[in-house]
């Protein structure tokens, strides 16, 4: 995320970058507060698997699942109505013209950061990082020559946070299937030895 900025300036211009970082604002604040609300969780999922209470360590993630996409709901729903008002009140006469397309772009962006943090939270309370690891790894390594692509393919520095988002996105898909692996392997340990 904080190679953004830089990114735009070298693959676009200077200028854009003020324009990222407004619909950014806008679009983060939803994530910043699901983060904020699951900062007690690590804790939490550390202390109910010490205790071998792995299914309700499975609910707990399934009901984290269920507001992080409520919050993806929220990200997408707030383009119409609130983008154009906020921007108005936030930047009065000096507001940007509303570029729809960008904004679900960054929907995007904030839905996906949504479901990492509820990933993270309950892969970092197991002590399951390795998945992460990786998967954040190889974002790294392809975003730069993917926001190169990206902007010479849109024209744009939209392209910029559209290989941030399949940067993301591959820890997006591969946390929840190591987490499913892992919480159905440990359950049917538990079955085994009753």
């Keep these: 995320m904080s190679t953004n900025e830089y990114l735009i300036t070298a693959f676009t211009k200077t200028d854009y970058v003020v324009e990222f970082q407004i619909y950014l604002r806008l679009f983060i604040f939803g994530s910043t507060?699901?983060?904020?609300?699951?900062?007690?969780?690590?804790?939490?999922?550390?202390?109910?698997?010490?205790?071998?209470?792995?299914?309700?360590?499975?609910?707990?993630?399934?009901?984290?699942?269920?507001?992080?996409?409520?919050?993806?709901?929220?990200?997408?729903?707030?383009?119409?109505?609130?983008?154009?008002?906020?921007?108005k009140i936030w930047l009065g006469e000096n507001a940007i013209q509303v570029n729809y397309l960008y904004g679900v772009v960054f929907a995007i962006l904030g839905s996906l950061m949504i479901f990492n943090t509820a990933f993270s939270s309950v892969?970092?309370?197991?002590?399951?990082?390795?998945?992460?690891?990786?998967?954040?790894?190889?974002?790294?390594?392809?975003?730069?020559?993917?926001?190169?692509?990206?902007?010479?393919?849109?024209?744009?520095?939209?392209?910029?946070?559209?290989?941030?988002?399949?940067?993301l996105g591959i820890?997006?898909?591969?946390?929840?299937?190591?987490l499913k692996k892992y919480f159905d392997n440990n359950i049917n340990d538990i079955k085994k030895e009753q």
């Design 33 to 87: 507060l699901f983060t904020l609300a699951l900062t007690p969780i690590w804790s939490v999922v550390t202390k109910a698997l010490a205790e071998n209470n792995i299914v309700w360590v499975k609910k707990l993630y399934k009901r984290l699942m269920l507001a992080a996409a409520f919050g993806c709901f929220i990200e997408i729903a707030v383009i119409p109505p609130l983008v154009p008002f906020a921007m």
């Design 123 to 167: 892969a970092g309370g197991a002590g399951k990082v390795k998945a992460q690891l990786y998967s954040f790894t190889i974002g790294a390594i392809i975003k730069v020559p993917l926001a190169w692509l990206m902007v010479k393919l849109t024209g744009s520095w939209i392209g910029v946070v559209m290989a941030t988002i399949i940067s």
């Design 171 to 178: 820890s997006c898909i591969v946390q929840p299937i190591y």
